[in-house]
């Protein structure tokens, strides 16, 4: 029988999501249908009951239903309880489990895609908010030389940091605090390029060879990635191959098979320029 999931979210019309779970089932050989549902704000829960009475089996969940979800869940993973938040859950009889695979799939898509692994490296994060803490633990994880985590909001970038210490080396700071500092990777997990601003990171950040990656998809060349170039930095990468490696985790998770991630990428890259 065809197992149902869906993705969850409001707006939904653009979500990749159908689009890669599917391709990830037929690639696999797994009998899945997955749609979309635009959730009615406040009504997470019901939304999510009534899938799941007609037989789904499982979800993704993207803005603004990840805390909700994450409500709703019986079972946390360890990431999910970090983020707060969960952007995957399955159903187990009367247990609702959530997972949170932004992080993983992030870490996933720099070493094994990218092929640019965090050991050892100095790596500067921009940005406090849910994207930023969801790839605190997956990044300390791979033991940089240091983490630093830049925002805004001096608060916020300490909180993490204070939250991340006990797992690695890695300090919070203001932007300002940047000055005479550079990095091997920067990751901008702000929400400025959601709106075609520039975080106010200045140009010299970047150490030869540096890897720019922004964590947004498909909006070409953000002022951040134009920064990251105009400073002379050859490698760039927006977070189309997050989002495959993510949906590839939840995919393992409820299917207990890994799909490959190549051909999707390929299909949903948007070029940078
Ligand atoms: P998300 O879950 O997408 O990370 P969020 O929790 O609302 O969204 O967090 C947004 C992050 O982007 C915050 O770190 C925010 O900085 P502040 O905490 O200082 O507000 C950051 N951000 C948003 N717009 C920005 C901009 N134009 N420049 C720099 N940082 C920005």
Not at 43 to 62: L, V
Not at 158 to 187: N, P, R
């Given at each position: 029988m065809t197992d149902r999931y869906a993705v969850i979210g409001n707006?939904?019309?653009?979500?990749?999501s159908p689009l890669i779970h599917t391709a990830f089932g037929s690639a696999t050989g797994q009998d899945i249908e997955y749609g979309k549902i635009e959730g009615a704000i406040g009504e997470f829960a019901a939304t999510a009951d009534a899938f799941r009475a007609a037989g789904g089996k499982g979800m993704n969940i993207t803005a603004p239903f990840k805390l909700d979800a994450f409500a709703y869940s019986t079972d946390r993973s360890p990431a999910a309880e970090l983020a707060g938040a969960a952007n995957a859950i399955k159903f187990d009889g009367d247990r609702v489990c959530a997972e949170n695979f932004d992080g993983v799939g992030l870490v996933r898509d720099v070493?094994?895609?990218?092929?640019?692994?965090?050991?050892g490296k100095r790596i500067l994060l921009l940005g406090a908010g849910g994207a930023a803490r969801g790839a605190l633990l997956p990044f300390l994880a791979e033991r940089p030389a240091e983490l630093v985590i830049a925002n805004r909001s001096l608060d916020k970038a300490l909180m993490l940091a204070s939250i991340g210490s006990e797992h690695g080396a890695v300090t919070g700071c203001t932007?300002?605090?940047?000055?005479a500092q550079k990095f091997d990777i920067v990751f901008n997990?702000?929400?400025?390029s959601l709106r075609g601003e520039l975080p106010?990171?200045?140009?010299?950040?970047?150490?030869?060879g540096a890897l720019a990656y922004e964590?947004?998809?498909?909006?070409?060349?953000t002022p951040f990635l134009r920064l990251a170039q105009n400073a002379g930095v050859a490698h760039l990468a927006d977070g189309v191959g997050m989002l495959a490696e993510q949906a590839a985790e939840a995919f393992a998770w409820w299917r207990g098979v890994r799909p490959d991630t190549r051909e999707v990428i390929n299909r949903l890259t948007v070029p940078l320029v």
């Amino acid at each position: 029988m065809t197992d149902r999931y869906a993705v969850i979210g409001n707006p939904i019309q653009h979500s990749k999501s159908p689009l890669i779970h599917t391709a990830f089932g037929s690639a696999t050989g797994q009998d899945i249908e997955y749609g979309k549902i635009e959730g009615a704000i406040g009504e997470f829960a019901a939304t999510a009951d009534a899938f799941r009475a007609a037989g789904g089996k499982g979800m993704n969940i993207t803005a603004p239903f990840k805390l909700d979800a994450f409500a709703y869940s019986t079972d946390r993973s360890p990431a999910a309880e970090l983020a707060g938040a969960a952007n995957a859950i399955k159903f187990d009889g009367d247990r609702v489990c959530a997972e949170n695979f932004d992080g993983v799939g992030l870490v996933r898509d720099v070493v094994h895609n990218l092929k640019r692994p965090l050991r050892g490296k100095r790596i500067l994060l921009l940005g406090a908010g849910g994207a930023a803490r969801g790839a605190l633990l997956p990044f300390l994880a791979e033991r940089p030389a240091e983490l630093v985590i830049a925002n805004r909001s001096l608060d916020k970038a300490l909180m993490l940091a204070s939250i991340g210490s006990e797992h690695g080396a890695v300090t919070g700071c203001t932007y300002q605090d940047l000055i005479a500092q550079k990095f091997d990777i920067v990751f901008n997990a702000t929400s400025a390029s959601l709106r075609g601003e520039l975080p106010p990171v200045h140009a010299m950040v970047f150490l030869p060879g540096a890897l720019a990656y922004e964590l947004a998809y498909g909006k070409g060349l953000t002022p951040f990635l134009r920064l990251a170039q105009n400073a002379g930095v050859a490698h760039l990468a927006d977070g189309v191959g997050m989002l495959a490696e993510q949906a590839a985790e939840a995919f393992a998770w409820w299917r207990g098979v890994r799909p490959d991630t190549r051909e999707v990428i390929n299909r949903l890259t948007v070029p940078l320029v």
